[in-house]
């Protein structure tokens, strides 16, 4: 085959396959052949909640696939302080609350988060366009295993890749 028609084939992958760039995270298409976005399937455990945060260029698709998220797309009418879970945009639009097919949009400069209220684990497709954010994940992982990580190298890696954090990472109690 010439290096034309090996760029235009497709990527089947079996359930599972891809490569794990976090232990809940496995990249199944990234900058290696797209440039245009990178897609993961990620696990997300009981009471993870990732903090709400924006991108200035980065636009982001979630989709879930078993279990529940809490999930926030919308600039709040106050202050984005506290709690994210208790925002409301000036429309009156609250956090929502999916399972399974529940689909949610981002586009760049939108505050955004998601968290695990559930006691399982849920699943779901993410998707993030321009490609690379593995880089980010990859980088993040090495940190954290390096042992050296503070929150104040973490928000620096966070704001290298245009992740501006609002709240904390972290975990919170299940209900």
């Known amino acids: ?3 034309g028609l090996l760029a235009s084939n497709g990527l089947l992958l079996p359930p599972g396959a891809g490569d794990k760039v976090q232990p809940t995270m496995t990249l199944k298409v990234g900058a290696d ?3 245009v976005w990178s897609a993961f399937e990620a696990e997300v455990p009981p009471g993870f909640d990732v903090g709400a945060h924006w991108h200035g260029h980065a636009e982001e698709i979630f989709y879930v ?3 529940e998220l809490q999930l926030l797309a919308f600039h709040p009418a106050a202050e984005p ?3 994210w879970t208790t925002w409301e945009a000036e429309d009156g639009m609250t956090v929502f609350r ?3 097919g529940a689909f949610m949009y981002v586009p760049a400069g939108c505050p955004h988060a998601f ?3 559930g006691t399982s684990t849920a699943k779901m497709l993410f ?3 321009p490609s690379g954010h593995e880089q ?3 980088e993040l992982s090495e940190l954290l295993l390096s042992g050296e990580a503070t929150p104040d190298l973490v928000g620096e890696l966070r704001l290298k890749h245009d992740i501006h954090q609002l709240t904390p990472l972290q975990s919170r109690p299940i209900n």
Do not use: C, I, K, Q
Request: no cysteine.
């Open 115 to 117: 968290f695990n209220p």
């Open 98 to 100: 999916g399972g399974p």
């Open 136 to 138: 980010y994940l990859a």
């Open 1 to 3: 085959m010439t290096d």
């Open 33 to 35: 052949r797209s440039d």
């Open 65 to 67: 696939v078993e279990g």
């Open 127 to 129: 998707m993030v366009t």
């Open 81 to 83: 302080v506290g709690d």
